[in-house]
């Protein structure tokens, strides 16, 4: 019985964390157009000229043009979103600080979580199993 | 341009030393001698004697602008302030690897003489191991990078120091930063050592924890000293942007860290003997991909100052040697001598330091992942992709919440049993942190309910650690580190959440205003320096009282190498601080300000500290029992 | 953008007349599009002149210039100096047009064809082997 509770416990555990996770991942960015919205993308954009700067913390020509063409985008009613893709499109999926889910970057995201969840099997098994070792 | 010579010769010297001393000690270990062996103990203050003399000839190179030394010629300018000469001995390729030779001999000698009543056989298979890593270090020193060539004819000047690299926290980061990665080179060597002269148990674990502790403090300090350099050198008030530099840096901390868990516990309880080598011998071979990320110019990033794939591919070569000869030795020696007869329970601080080094190896992953994931697809596909902060927020943050529950709970926990009771007191600290909680989010206007949850876990955290004070035994190396590693994730959490900012394109005698406060350009001036040129912006903040505070951002446009740099004006207070910087704009009278009030900062710094203090309680207080 | 890709059309402003069109109404009528993006403060485009006008004159192709971040006085005058290879000029002021394009900075060439797609990106001042390139692209 005993060891019982504990076992539906770790399920608990589990499955909260998994709902942690799915709603961390929800989180949107800011939902009307403004200056915090532009900040927002111009923060996950990386300036191609420079090195390691994000577009928001660059003041070189290229960040410039970028940070105007983001707003007059905006203006132009154009989503987070769109704004993203056009520019993957334009420059590649190197402009954009998140990698996104895809094709390529499936085993990216799912590694580490597999590996997570291989260690939590093997020290449930050391902690509830009890075998000599 | 004699002494030069002298460094180079004093070098070879050193490599021909190891050559000996690896040879001496295999002998030494087939007769199982007991007496001679201090010879070669003798010998390892030698090679250390070697390696330092050339290293103190590079420092005088450096100092008296000998160009006929290629290094110098290549980082160093007359013009140079003296500390930035020194410095610059190993702000480059070749004089950091020379460093990093210094502290690797050096760390043997200290092992050396601090292992005096260990077993003779695994003090000499220590040193054997050390001594492969040094070889290869030898060579990999005087083959592709020696930091002694000539050149000729000599140069009347030098091309000068990256601007960037000169600054006094940044002058002193790789030295830091070294000791901490070199540093887990005898826990590596010693680790081998142990498995095969059987030895892995209580003494050994209490010999080696100096080690982990020694390392793990560097490193943190290491780390702490580089984000502080970026905060306020890199202009944008940020200090850890997840470059792969960074997280290279990071690896072998987190690994370090379960190590250090480990370690205690072997010595506590002799258990997770395996799992504590396997943990030594990856926190090395992350320094070393450390070392080759780095060096080989792989890594797109501020920090990359040698572009040779040559060096890069004989680290990776040596690392892989390394690696295999390791899991080989683990294999042979694995079970022989790994008997584990202690039982685990569910509720114990075994446990809880299994979930610890769980955790802890998951934030590793994501770190690794990360950081090698991009350069695997470019290899493979050709596709360049950015992995930043949006990725590691995601698959780090959510799990920071159950990791630091555990962490409240876990020195609570008993050796081999605990049983819980929750008293009025543990209710009365859970109904405290809701409260704090609830109340902090509520000030910085944030309506995230997983905002609300990452604080509920940071402050639990803090009051348990605190709460531990009240115990009779008390543990100060595991509070302080404890509590300063819960401010530190409260005061990021503070700083990320309630920063504000405003850009604007002024002239002088414009103003603006942020929150409450005026910020007015009062006027601007220009200094001549010996090695720069600087503009100097002059701006008066009228905060909410009316209280004057002054900020002078500045440009400095170097001249060896010719670049301009933003220095950053920043004025800390308990609570926040004001941080403004300006850039000037092509062809026009504005100038580009940028002013930031960055909550808590000092507490990201303070923090930190304490926990490197706690490090220190548990080196300073071995005699004394040390839990978790 | 990078090459192969076709991009969505824009408003676009002449250097001269400061008439207001539609990029897509410029790409009319050849089979190849040179576009340069150049500014009368950007070293390397000097040298890059000869090579343009180079090309204008050797080779079918229809010659856009994108006047970057630049003053109109500066341009015509960077024009007088070291030649006209341009069927037509267009302003981006605020260097937003440029990024349209996928570009970084001055100079940079882009080789379009009918389709309105990109055959070839050149970041940087062209040289002897892209010009090389660019003349066996186009007659073929």
Not at chain 2, 151 to 168: A, H, K
Not at chain 2, 187 to 198: E, G
Request: with cysteine.
């Amino acid at each position: 019985m005993f060891m019982k509770s504990k076992k539906l416990s770790t399920i608990k555990i589990l499955s909260i964390l998994i709902l942690f996770y799915t709603n961390f991942m929800s989180i949107a960015l800011a939902s009307t157009f403004s200056e915090e919205q532009t900040v927002n993308i111009t923060k996950n954009l990386r300036c191609l000229i420079c090195q390691g700067q994000t577009i928001h913390e660059s003041n070189s020509d290229f960040a410039e043009s970028m940070k105007k063409y983001i707003k007059s985008e905006l203006e132009k009613g154009k989503t987070d979103e769109e704004i993203f893709s056009s520019l993957v499109t334009k420059y590649g999926q190197w402009i954009v600080y998140d990698p996104g889910i895809s094709r390529n970057t499936l085993l990216l995201w799912s590694l580490p979580l597999l590996l997570f969840l291989i260690g939590g099997v093997i020290i449930a098994n050391k902690i509830f199993r009890k075998h000599e070792l | 341009m004699i002494i030069s010579q002298l460094g180079y010769y004093s070098l070879i010297f050193g490599l021909l030393t190891s050559i000996f001393i690896f040879f001496n000690s295999s002998i030494q270990l087939k007769k199982n001698n007991l007496v001679i062996s201090d010879k070669t103990f003798g010998l390892i203050g030698f090679q250390f004697f070697f390696v330092f003399i050339s290293f103190i000839s590079l420092i005088y190179s450096f100092i008296v602008s000998d160009f006929s030394n290629e290094t110098v010629y290549n980082n160093s300018h007359t013009t140079k302030p003296l500390f930035y000469k020194i410095t610059g001995t190993w702000g480059n390729h070749e004089g950091s690897l020379l460093l990093w030779l210094l502290v690797l001999t050096g760390i043997l000698l200290g092992f050396i003489l601090k292992s005096r009543n260990e077993p003779n056989n695994y003090r000499l298979l220590t040193t054997l191991f050390q001594q492969i890593i040094i070889i290869g270090f030898f060579i990999f020193v005087l083959k592709t990078s020696n930091p002694f060539n000539e050149i000729f004819p000599v140069q009347t000047e030098g091309l000068g120091l990256n601007p960037i690299l000169q600054d006094p926290a940044l002058g002193i980061h790789p030295p830091i930063l070294y000791l901490g990665y070199v540093g887990t080179s005898i826990i590596f060597s010693a680790a081998l050592a142990s498995m095969i002269s059987n030895y892995v148990n209580k003494s050994w674990a209490k010999n080696i924890k100096f080690w982990v502790l020694f390392s793990w403090i560097f490193l943190t300090g290491g780390i702490l000293l580089g984000s502080i350099w970026a905060y306020y050198e890199l202009g944008w008030g940020g200090f850890w942007f997840w470059d792969p530099v960074e997280n290279v840096s990071l690896m072998p901390w987190l690994s370090l860290t379960a190590l250090l868990h480990c370690i205690l516990t072997l010595e506590k309880r002799e258990l997770f003997k395996k799992w504590t080598i396997v943990l030594c011998i990856i926190t090395f071979a992350l320094s070393m991909v450390g070392t080759f990320l780095v060096r080989s110019g792989i890594l797109n990033s501020v920090h990359t100052f040698a572009n040779d794939p040559s060096r890069g591919i004989y680290i990776l070569t040596f690392l892989l040697v390394l690696v295999l000869l390791s899991f080989l030795i683990f294999i042979i020696y694995e079970n022989k001598n790994f008997t584990q007869k202690s039982e685990i329970f569910t509720l114990s601080k075994e446990t809880a330091v299994l979930i610890n080094n769980w955790f802890i190896l998951y934030f590793l992953s994501v770190v690794l992942i990360g950081t090698i994931y991009p350069i695997f697809l470019d290899v493979i596909l050709d596709e360049q992709i950015s992995v930043g902060p949006p990725f590691y927020n995601k698959l780090i943050l959510p799990f920071l919440i159950p990791f630091v529950l555990f962490m409240s709970i876990g020195p609570s926990m008993k050796w081999i049993k605990t049983n819980f009771r929750i008293g009025v007191k543990s209710f009365l600290v859970i109904v405290f942190t809701l409260i704090l909680s609830f109340i902090t989010v509520y000030y910085i206007g944030e309506k995230n309910i997983f905002v609300l949850l990452l604080f509920v876990g940071f402050f639990y955290l803090l009051f348990k650690s605190l709460d531990q004070f009240r115990e009779k035994t008390k543990n100060f190396a595991q509070i302080f580190s404890h509590t300063g590693f819960s401010l530190l994730l409260i005061s990021i959490l503070l700083n990320s959440f309630s920063s504000k900012e405003i850009v604007k394109n002024i002239q002088v005698g414009e103003s603006f205003t942020l929150k409450n406060e005026k910020i007015i350009f009062k006027k601007i001036a220009v200094e001549k320096e010996k090695n720069y040129e600087s503009i100097i912006g002059f701006f008066e903040v009228l905060d909410e009282k009316n209280k004057i505070i002054n900020l002078q951002p500045e440009i400095r446009i170097y001249n060896e190498p010719e670049m301009a740099t933003s220095e950053a004006s920043i004025k800390t207070t308990l609570f926040k601080d004001r941080f403004i910087t300006i850039n000037i704009i092509k062809d026009q009278n504005f100038f580009n300000v940028r002013y930031q009030h960055k909550p808590f900062m000092i507490w990201i710094w303070i923090s930190t500290l304490i926990i490197m203090l706690g490090g220190m309680f548990a080196i300073f207080r071995k005699n004394k029992e040390v839990n978790i | 953008m990078s090459e192969n890709q076709i991009f969505t059309d824009f408003e676009v402003v002449e250097l001269i007349e400061e008439k207001q069109i539609n990029f897509s109404e410029v790409l009319t009528g050849k089979n190849f599009y040179l576009i340069n993006i150049w500014s009368s403060w950007c070293e390397p485009c000097k040298d890059e002149s000869e090579y343009l006008l180079e090309l204008k004159n050797n080779t079918p192709v229809m010659m856009i210039g994108i006047n970057y971040k630049d003053k109109k006085k500066n341009a015509l005058n960077f024009l007088k100096l070291y030649g006209d290879p341009f069927d037509q000029i267009f302003i981006d002021k605020q260097g937003t047009i440029s990024i349209n394009f996928g570009a970084y900075g001055v100079p940079e060439t882009f080789l379009l064809n009918n389709d309105y797609k990109i055959l070839k990106k050149y970041i940087g001042p062209l040289s002897d082997k892209d010009v090389y390139e660019i003349k066996k692209t186009i007659n073929n």
